[in-house]
């Protein structure tokens, strides 16, 4: 499975960003589609999952403030980012796991990552 992130960019504080996840290859081996940030200095986060079904999770750093979702004929993944804060600065990175999870270590495929910059 390839995972290409897009999206990113420089925000305002109150900002929206969409960030967007193309997965190409063996796509029918993934269910879990996730969506992680590492800041400068910082140990890569959990930030949002959605399942197949649509399911989602959050932490709770972004709830009500970031959705995920999936458009699955597209094989694209979406984050949706508003009211964002110089704090959500990062790089953000698509991941794809069989397991609904939160763990890192659990992601099998990953994205190379796009920068979201949010100004104060």
Known sequence: VQLQASGGGLVQA???????????GRTFTWDIMGWFRQAPGKEREF???VAWSGATDYADSVKGRFTGSRDNAKNTVYLQMS?????????????????W???????????QGTLVTVSS
């Open 101 to 111: 999870t939160r763990r890192t270590y659990e992601y099998t495929y990953w994205g």
């Open 14 to 24: 109150g900002g929206s960003l969409r960030l967007s996840c193309a997965a190409s």
């Open 83 to 99: 009211s964002l804060r110089p704090e959500d600065t990062a790089v953000y990175y698509c991941a794809a796991s069989s397991t």
């Open 47 to 49: 930030v949002a999952a």
